[in-house]
C-alpha cells in the first residue's frame, strides 16, 4: 500500500511532497501576478481584498488555467487516494493568498453526498512555502474516526419550528464545536502542515480542519484548494446534511475533459461571497 494511503487511513490526511512541478508552481505564481496587476484597482474599488490580498476566490481555475496543471499534476499524484473510489473530478476550487484562518470544522454540512466517505474529499496545493508565520493548513488527527454529534439536538436547538436551511452559520459553528470537545476529550492530536510549494494535502470529508492565524500578511500564503468528486456525484448542503430523510436524486453533470480528467463547467467566479463575476469579464490567464 502507498505510504500515504495509510497515513490517510489512520490520520485522516495525507501529505504528498513534490506533488505539483516546481515548473507548474512558478507558472501559476506567473499569472497569479498577471491577473493581479490587470485587476488589483478595480477589485480594490470593489473592497474584493482582504490584507491587499485575494481571499477565498471561488473556482479561478475558469480565468487562470494554469490552475488545471495543478489540479491534474495533485490528482494524478495522490491516486491511490483520490481515486479510490472512482476517478476524481473538480467540482470547485478555491484560491487564498492570505489564509482563510478558519476555525476547526468538518466540510461534510456543506459537502454532503449522503455517504460516509468517497463522496468528496479536499486537496489542497501550496503555492508558496508555509510555515507558522503565513497562516498554515491544521488538522486534527484521526478525527474523520469520531462519530457524529446528536444532530437532532442541534438542529432542534437552531431551527426548532422550520427546516434547516442550505446554509446556517450558527448551526454548523455549533456542530463543529461539538466535535472540537469529542475530539479534545478523546486527545486527538493537531497536526500544523508546515509544507513546501508543490506539496498537496489530502483530508478525509469528515476531518476536522481549518487555517491557523495569517500572522505576517507581507508573506503569502497561495494555496489551490480543490473540491473533488467522483463523477455525477449529487453534492448539497447544510438542508440535506441534517435531514437524512430527503432523497438524494441522481445528478447528471456537464463536464470539461482536460488532459484526461473531468472538470465541471460553469462561468462565475466569486469573490469572498462578496461578487460574482463572468470568468470571461476577467479574462483568460494560461
Ligand atoms: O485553506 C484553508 O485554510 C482551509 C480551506 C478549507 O477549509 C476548505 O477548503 O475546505
Ligand atoms: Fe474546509
Redesign the pocket.
Same mark, same amino acid.
Given at each position: 500500500m502507498h505510504q500515504y494511503k495509510h497515513q490517510f487511513e489512520q490520520d485522516g490526511f495525507c501529505i504528498i511532497k513534490g506533488a505539483v512541478k516546481s515548473e507548474t508552481v512558478h507558472r501559476a505564481n506567473l499569472a497569479i501576478d498577471e491577473f493581479r496587476m490587470l485587476h488589483d484597482s478595480m477589485l480594490m474599488k470593489e473592497g474584493l481584498l482582504a490584507n491587499n490580498l485575494l481571499q477565498r476566490v471561488i473556482n479561478l481555475h475558469r480565468s487562470i488555467f494554469v490552475f488545471k496543471d495543478v489540479f491534474i499534476e495533485s490528482l494524478e499524484n495522490s491516486s491511490a487516494v483520490t481515486d479510490q473510489y472512482g476517478r476524481s473530478t473538480l467540482y470547485t476550487s478555491?484560491f487564498?493568498e492570505l &489564509?482563510?484562518?478558519?476555525p476547526l470544522?468538518r466540510?461534510t454540512p456543506y459537502f454532503f453526498s449522503g455517504k460516509s466517505s468517497g463522496g468528496y474529499l479536499?486537496v489542497?496545493a501550496a503555492l508558496d512555502d508555509v510555515d507558522q508565520e503565513n &497562516?498554515p493548513?491544521m488538522a486534527i488527527k484521526g478525527s474523520h474516526k469520531l462519530g457524529e454529534p446528536d444532530l437532532e439536538m442541534l438542529k432542534h436547538k437552531y431551527h426548532p419550528d422550520e427546516a434547516v436551511p442550505p446554509s446556517s452559520p450558527p448551526l454548523f459553528d455549533a456542530y463543529n464545536n461539538e466535535l472540537i470537545s469529542l475530539a479534545n476529550n478523546a486527545g486527538l492530536e493537531k497536526k500544523v502542515f508546515e509544507v513546501e510549494k508543490g506539496d498537496v494535502i489530502v483530508w478525509h470529508p469528515a476531518t476536522l480542519?481549518?487555517?491557523m492565524l495569517h500572522k505576517n500578511p507581507k508573506k503569502t500564503r497561495r494555496?489551490f484548494?480543490m473540491?473533488v468528486t467522483p463523477e455525477n456525484m449529487p453534492i448539497h448542503h447544510m438542508d440535506y446534511f441534517f435531514d437524512r430523510q430527503k432523497k438524494i436524486h441522481k445528478v447528471n453533470k456537464d463536464y470539461e475533459d482536460y488532459n484526461g480528467r473531468l472538470i465541471e463547467n460553469g462561468s462565475k467566479i466569486d469573490f469572498m461571497h462578496k461578487k460574482l463575476f463572468d470568468a470571461k469579464k476577467l479574462g483568460f490567464f494560461k
Open positions: 478555491l487564498y &489564509g482563510s484562518q478558519q470544522h466540510d479536499g489542497w &497562516g493548513l480542519h481549518g487555517g494555496s484548494v473540491h
